[in-house]
Nanobody, 125 residues
Framework: QVQLVESGGGLVQAGGSLRLSCAAS????????MGWFRQAPGKEREFVAA????????YYAESVKGRFTISRDNAKSTAYLQVNSLKPEDTAVYYC??????????????????WGQGTQVTVSS
């Protein structure tokens, strides 16, 4: 069992930045691929970014490439999402998730087995 707790969300003006954190407890953090997802009101949950076990490989949704950066610190059992140049359309609840993929990277949605409770990011125009 892995427990994930996100933090770092908030209200920010367009063009601003935030650093989201995902603290994990339970089983060995480094044995999981970590991902970030987001869900805006009335929309489906969408993939944002993922990072491999050691952090050597990263994957991003086209909509956030060049603005968001995913990273991890296995010694601290924490994953991060640095979000820069925020736009109003980035407003959503951001979730971190842990996966043990069996079919290559990035993991498929159904391979994410643990989820956090989410942190709200609101971008004002």
């Amino acid at each position: 069992q892995v427990q994930l707790v996100e933090s770092g969300g908030g209200l920010v003006q367009a063009g601003g930045s935030l650093r989201l954190s995902c603290a994990a407890s339970g089983r060995t953090f480094s044995s999981y691929v970590m991902g970030w997802f987001r869900q805006a009101p009335g929309k489906e949950r969408e993939f944002v970014a993922a990072i491999s076990w050691s952090g050597g490989s990263t994957y991003y949704a086209e909509s956030v490439k060049g603005r968001f950066t995913i990273s991890r610190d296995n010694a601290k059992s924490t994953a991060y999402l640095q979000v820069n140049s925020l736009k109003p359309e980035d407003t959503a609840v951001y979730y971190c998730a842990a996966a043990q993929p069996k079919n290559g990277l990035p993991p498929r949605l159904r391979e994410y087995v643990y989820w956090g409770q989410g942190t709200q990011v609101t971008v004002s125009s």
